[in-house]
């Protein structure tokens, strides 16, 4: 009896501390510091004091209005969309062949540990790596193409801005396309495996298991890589930055590149740089939340339809107790 | 004839199968197979034919040219490896010792803690980099490893991970008999819970090493000093007009810093791969 009065919750709080002191100190005072650089006057180096601006929002004006910040901004979100379609299709196209019960691929580690393989590499190794490969005129990969007979001369791919963000776009994708396809076929080994088996006595096609059964339950976890991925690509840095330098014309500047490039690239306009800094945070914060909305919804009405087809079946039940 | 054709389509689709799964696999493979062999080649036999399949004989020489300019590839990596070190010892074992916290007591703000550490799991840390470069040179701590390894005390993801982990196998018995036996809170974490969790430390452990391994943005505003340079920012010197018809030189730099990754990769890929999906499905 008397050990029970012995209270342990002082430990819960003690065992937090570090975690919380550090949050505190490295997490939130920077973020907070950060967005009051946004509205002071903060520019190059060595400068201590903060003088907040007579108009407050003219950091943010400023930057909103900047053809360079917007272009960045587009930028950003075409190179990750033209990364994340191509992944999530060939990472569900991976996954329904690696979990297809008729197809039994043989060498399934192999082929995920190679596939897997470019997402653990430093990515300023992968750029600088890529900026050599495709160089021109004479370059592995222009060689490779001329081998092939795929193109007749070679391709200056850093000078144009298609080919640039292509390459970019690429690199994105074959990095993160190994992880989507192990994090979505994780997903499908969590499906009950009874519903495949009922699926394929009542004579299902592989397609049909896909698209009725697979596919639909791995929406919590498609939506999870996509908030992942988005936030994750609205950061994009190494690549850009030291592929082409964001070049050409700016066509491979992201948002990360241009706020690096505003603070540490010699003009040290820190207030300009937290106020873009703050932009992307609020677009992140704002596509997060209609994603997550997104999902609560979709949870929302399953559980209602759920709901509804369990009470109709009481009611089946009631009615035949009844008869 | 039906089964037949069903045959024939089966065949068909696996063979596309086993085809798109190997041109994927040299996707992966053919960079850095070019590399690593061009790395032995001198740049004239790279300008001459800038795909070697096989060694050629100029590692040497083309390593002479590599550290004879401003690459120096034993500082940035003793400076990566105490930065990588010291950053999961500190993340793994204080997201351990909250998560435990989490666990095992009943506490007023438990579960506001935890809402708490669910909101901030999203955060992007690079947002606040301008504070934090501002807040580093206040205090004097640009050029030096500690702001890089410190803030890993606190990884919001890491401590739900070691929660879930926690709760699915911490039988609490133990916790109380340890107590019965006189064992203090602290001692009964570092030597009866620690233990436990040595499965899912391990799969943190790597994942912590190789993100700060590879952290490119931080350092690169953080150090200017070149005697704290890190593996990748020694790896965007590469990039500058120094080496710019040094190919062969260029393609040994890359692959130093490769190399060790494909050791660590390939001695552990099958305990990386199921920690990715383990990953996944604690979310």
């Known amino acids: 009896m008397h050990r029970k009065s012995i209270s342990y919750a002082k430990y819960g709080y003690i065992f937090s501390i570090p975690f919380v002191l550090t949050f505190l100190v490295f997490s939130l005072y920077p973020l907070l510091y950060t967005v009051v650089i946004g509205f002071t006057d903060l520019r190059g180096i060595g400068v201590k004091e903060l003088h907040f601006l007579a108009q407050p929002f003219e950091n943010f004006k400023l930057i909103l209005n900047n053809p360079s910040f917007r272009k960045a901004l587009f930028n950003t979100g075409f190179i990750w969309i033209c990364n994340f379609i191509p992944q999530l299709s060939i990472a569900l196209l991976l996954t329904a062949w690696f979990t297809n019960r008729t197809y039994k691929v043989k060498a399934q580690g192999l082929f995920k540990v190679l596939i897997y393989m470019p997402n653990i590499i430093t990515i300023a190794t992968i750029a600088i790596l890529f900026h050599t490969l495709f160089g021109y005129p004479k370059g592995p990969i222009n060689d490779l193409f001329m081998m092939l007979g795929l193109i007749e001369k070679p391709i200056n791919f850093h000078i144009q801005t298609g080919t640039a963000r292509g390459v970019v776009a690429f690199v994105q994708f074959w990095i993160w396309y190994g992880n989507t396809m192990i994090v979505l076929i994780a997903g499908v080994l969590g499906i009950n495996p009874t519903l495949f088996e009922a699926a394929e006595i009542d004579g299902a096609t592989p397609r049909q298991i896909f698209f009725r059964i697979t596919l639909p339950r791995l929406k919590t976890i498609i939506l999870y890589v996509l908030v992942t991925s988005m936030i994750g690509g609205m950061q994009v840095f190494d690549m850009p930055k030291l592929f082409l330098l964001g070049g050409p014309d700016n066509a491979t500047l992201t948002t990360s590149v241009f706020i690096y490039n505003q603070a540490f690239a010699g003009s040290y306009l820190f207030n300009r740089a937290a106020a873009a800094s703050m932009v992307v945070f609020a677009i992140i914060a704002v596509l997060s939340v209609i994603l997550f909305q997104i999902l609560r919804d979709k949870d929302a009405a399953l559980h209602r339809k759920w709901e509804k087809a369990e009470q109709r079946h009481r009611r089946a039940e009631a009615k035949e107790a009844a008869v | ?283």
């Open chain 2, 1 to 283: 004839m039906k089964s037949n054709s069903i045959r024939s389509t089966r065949i068909v689709a696996k063979t596309t199968v086993y085809t798109v799964c190997i041109f994927l696999s040299l996707l992966s493979l053919f960079p850095f197979w070019v590399m690593f062999m061009n790395a032995t080649r001198s740049t004239f036999e790279i300008q001459q034919n800038s795909i070697g399949l096989w060694p050629s004989k100029f590692l040497v020489s083309n390593w002479n040219v590599l550290t004879g300019k401003s690459f120096n590839p034993l500082v940035g990596f003793s400076n990566s490896m105490i930065i990588s070190s010291g950053a999961t010892l500190c993340a793994v074992y204080f997201s351990s010792l909250t998560a435990y916290a989490l666990v095992a007591y009943s506490w007023k703000l438990r579960q506001p803690f935890f809402t708490f550490i669910m909101a901030v799991l999203m955060i992007p840390a690079q947002v606040s980099s301008i504070g934090f470069y501002q807040f580093m040179y206040r205090i004097h701590w640009t050029n030096n490893l500690l702001p890089l390894i410190l803030p890993a005390i606190a990884a919001p993801a890491m401590v739900f991970f070691m929660r879930q982990y926690l709760l699915a196998t911490l039988p609490l018995d133990i916790v109380d008999s340890a107590r019965i036996d006189g064992s203090g809170e602290f001692y009964t974490f570092n030597r009866i819970v620690l233990p436990i969790m040595k499965p899912a430390i391990a799969t943190q452990a790597i994942f912590t090493f190789v993100l700060h391994w590879n952290n490119f943005f931080l350092p690169l505003i953080l150090l200017t000093n070149k005697d704290k340079y890190t593996m990748p920012i020694m790896v965007s010197l590469l990039r500058g007009d120094i080496y710019k018809t040094e190919y062969g030189s260029v393609y040994l730099g890359l692959s130093l810093t490769v190399l060790p990754l494909f050791v660590v990769y390939f001695l552990l890929a099958k305990h990386i791969i199921a920690g990715v999906a383990l990953g996944a499905l604690k979310e």
